[in-house]
């Protein structure tokens, strides 16, 4: 549902920009203590529901998602537990929220139907019935002149939905479950939403396809600002998806300036760390492939990565062991500038479990996703229209910021080694979602892509069509694809930091 403002757009970005206000604004523990039992009622004015049954469950959610945002866990229902508690420990710059980061607000979810195929009024009886000559267990019969499916011999196969001439048969699921690509979406007791943190990657497809609002990811909003406000040295690093989220007339040099003015010392692209990772891919696959490994998969996308390696262990040592562009951007970053903060700002909700591992904590400091950055843009009134353009993002090549759409990491590793071994053919195979990529994974295992490159993006779209953007998918790819063609130089052997990464062999 990207790119359409939905109620559940317009709190989830109140919730944000309140957040964020309210960071800028207070000081003292009493102040926070006092916004956040205030913030609901501000978000939700009135005494008349317009979205649920009451207003008083309208603010008990949005309470929970202002603790979410500010990084604090869910209370209990069964039990009272002031909206305030352990908010002394989230006061802290420093303070990493504790997992789980996606979150079902029990109390908000639609208790959704799962997966279920059901005949709609439109069903005309006809003569044919060729929705109960296909169904492999005989699950449908005629009764009073209509089909009818029994949900206990039901397999949900969908030939009946498919073969129906009158699209009289639907498949019903669960919006959440059906975006889940790797079957983390499960129902409790009572029928509602839960998560198997066993199998979640922290993808976020969940928390934004969720038509009640009942998903949500934890926060560091309120941490990163308690940094800005202490005097600390913070330095975004942006991620290549960024161009054109807040608007035409947010341009990267009007960027870089409008977020000086919420107190960063610096922007730099993460770009530049995509134009590294892409030699280290190259050099990895150049020495690996075939002689070591059968294929290799690209190593950028978190939730690509984790869900590999968790359903396919056999195959850990296929995924590239590479550093993430993040990852590689924030150790430049902190080497360049000793003791600074670094928070990465990006499309991905996954980013925020990659920065909490323990070999990773020291590098990224904080996370925000566009949308909680766009918050920080709210709370301080800052119209880019007025924003004078400064320094202009222009570190990174055209092959980092193809990062940020699928296929763009396999044409920048595949390109790069066609320039230095012209005659040499690699084939690339890739996918988008997480349901894709488990099928990729499925026919590697099966020895199709001996000598591969892979490239899996669990968002279908790639990075643009993150958990945290704004736009439309299809309007955010054709704009980074735009920004890509404008940069300064192509090739990642051509970027200014090209001596700090590896050469190719």
């Known amino acids: 549902m990207r790119g359409i403002y939905t109620p559940v757009t317009d709190i989830r970005r109140k ?56 990084g604090l866990s869910l209370r209990p229902v069964t039990e009272s537990v002031s909206a305030t508690e352990d908010l002394e420990h989230s006061v802290i710059a420093d303070k990493y929220y504790e997992p789980p980061l996606i979150n079902v607000i029990k109390f908000a979810c639609n208790k959704c139907p799962e997966k279920i195929i059901k005949v709609t009024s439109m069903c005309q009886g006809c003569l044919a019935h060729p929705c109960q000559e296909v169904c492999p267990k005989k699950a449908i019969s005629f009764r009073n002149g209509r089909s009818h499916i029994d949900q206990d011999l039901c397999i949900k196969c969908g030939r009946c939905v498919t073969t129906c001439p009158y699209n009289a048969i639907v498949k019903v699921e669960r919006p959440c479950a059906k975006a889940c690509g790797v079957g983390a979406i499960r129902s ?29 990811d934890k926060g560091q909003i309120f941490q990163l600002i308690q940094a800005i406000k202490r005097g600390e040295e913070v330095i975004a690093c942006v991620a290549p998806a960024f161009v054109g989220q807040y608007g035409p007339d947010a341009t990267p040099a009007k960027l870089k300036a409008a977020m000086r003015i919420l107190g960063f010392a610096d922007v730099v692209e993460v770009a530049i760390g995509a134009d590294l990772c892409t030699v280290e891919e190259a050099n990895d696959f150049l020495r690996e492939v075939p002689e070591k490994i059968d294929w290799m998969g690209t190593s950028c996308c978190p939730a690509w990565s984790m869900m590999a390696k968790k359903l396919f262990p056999q195959f850990k040592d296929n995924i590239s062991m590479a550093l993430t562009p993040m990852v590689i951007t924030a150790r430049m970053v902190k080497k360049d500038f000793p003791g600074c903060k670094v928070v990465f700002v990006g499309p991905c909700a996954a980013k925020k479990l990659e920065a909490i591992r323990a070999d990773i904590r020291s590098d990224v400091d904080f996370v925000l996703t566009f949308e909680e950055l766009q918050g920080m843009f709210e709370a301080k009134q800052i119209d880019f229209d007025t924003v004078e353009e400064q320094d202009y993002l222009n570190e990174g090549t055209s092959a980092g910021r193809g990062f940020a759409v699928s296929g763009g990491v396999a044409k920048a590793v595949t390109d790069l080694v066609h320039e230095q071994y012209p005659d040499m053919e690699i084939q690339t195979a890739r996918a988008e979602g997480l349901r894709e990529c488990r099928k990729l994974m499925m026919l590697a295992k099966a020895g199709k892509f001996k000598g591969c490159l892979l490239e899996g993006m669990a968002c279908p779209g790639g990075c643009v069509a993150g958990a945290g953007t704004i736009l439309p998918v299809d309007k955010a790819a054709k704009l980074v694809e735009k920004y890509s063609r404008e940069a300064a130089a192509a090739s990642p052997v051509e970027s200014a930091y090209s001596d700090r990464g590896e050469s190719l062999e």
């Open 188 to 216: 409790d007791e009572h029928g509602r939403a839960d998560i198997d943190y066993n199998k979640c990657v922290s993808c976020g497809m969940c928390l934004v396809n969720c038509p009640f609002g009942a998903i949500v």
């Open 15 to 70: 919730v944000f920009t309140e957040v964020a206000r309210m960071s800028y604004e207070s000081n003292e523990m009493a102040d926070y203590a006092k916004e956040i039992r205030d913030l609901p009622f501000k978000i939700m004015p009135g005494e008349d529901s317009s979205l649920r049954s009451s207003i008083f469950l309208e603010r008990a959610i949005v309470s929970e998602r202002i603790r979410l945002a500010m």
